[in-house]
């Protein structure tokens, strides 16, 4: 079974500034979907960012971008100039098989 | 993007009562939809899933007897919550995948509170 761990429960960052979120992942798949999705306090999930395992380029989108290393099995989110709004609770997921698996997320905190 | 909906967004009950949360696909259909149950500041635990015109495929531990899940069409999905105690109590999630997209796409969420 695949498992998927976040190993910061909370992270915090000053406005501006630049934050890492780790994730590990156990799998025995070569080819999957890693995704990081962002939880603000409405509860609604909303998808940051998303990596294609067979591709070697991380993704990125605006302020979000990947470190994904397929070999160590880590797949990490940075967060660039820090905004207020990016404080949410974010979740690392694999997909494989057809369902999605969850880290435990992260709580990140951004101080003004 | 695609649109996902629940509804109720929230719902008070009675122990013992039966409740039906709904999940539309507003503007694709979804073959495959999930349900998700969330407790405070933790993580999402996929409970089902289900595919249009077949039986859910319940996770390990999840009672099917107790979270009844249809899936009727290609955009409505429905989870009931029967004989409901005050330990259902929780945060419902639907999520749907679109046709040929390896993305799910979620719902708002439905707060369950059974007293």
């Known amino acids: 079974a695949q498992t998927v761990t976040q190993s910061q429960p909370e992270m915090s960052v000053q406005e501006a500034e630049t934050v890492t979120l780790s994730c590990t992942y156990d799998?025995?798949?070569?080819?999957?979907?890693l995704f990081w999705y962002k939880q603000p306090p409405s509860r609604q999930m909303i998808l940051v960012i998303r990596?294609?395992?067979?591709?070697?380029q991380n993704a990125t989108e605006n302020r979000f971008s990947v470190n994904f290393q397929k070999a160590a099995k880590s797949f990490s989110l940075k967060i660039s100039d820090s905004q207020l709004g990016d404080a949410a609770m974010y979740f690392c997921?694999?997909?494989?098989?057809?369902?999605?698996?969850f880290g435990q997320g992260t709580i990140l905190t951004v101080h003004p | 993007g695609a649109v996902v909906s629940q509804h109720p967004s929230r719902v008070i009950c009675k122990s013992g009562t039966s409740v039906k949360i709904e999940c539309r696909s507003l503007?694709?259909?979804?073959?495959?939809m999930f349900w998700y149950r969330q407790f405070p500041k933790q993580s999402l635990m996929l409970m089902a899933t289900?595919?249009?015109?077949?039986?859910?495929?319940?996770e390990q531990g999840v009672e099917k007897d107790k979270f009844l899940i249809n899936h009727a069409s290609l955009t409505l999905s429905t989870l009931t919550v029967t004989s409901a105690h005050p330990e259902d109590s929780s945060f419902y999630i639907c999520?749907?995948?679109?046709?040929?997209?390896?993305?799910?796409?979620f719902g708002p969420g439905t707060r369950l509170t059974v007293l």
């Open positions: 990596q294609e395992a067979y591709k070697q």
């Open positions: 503007d694709f259909q979804a073959t495959t």
């Open positions: 997921a694999y997909l494989g098989y057809g369902k999605l698996t």
């Open positions: 289900s595919n249009e015109g077949s039986k859910a495929t319940y």
């Open positions: 799998t025995s798949e070569s080819d999957y979907y």
């Open positions: 999520s749907a995948y679109g046709t040929g997209v390896n993305e799910q796409f």
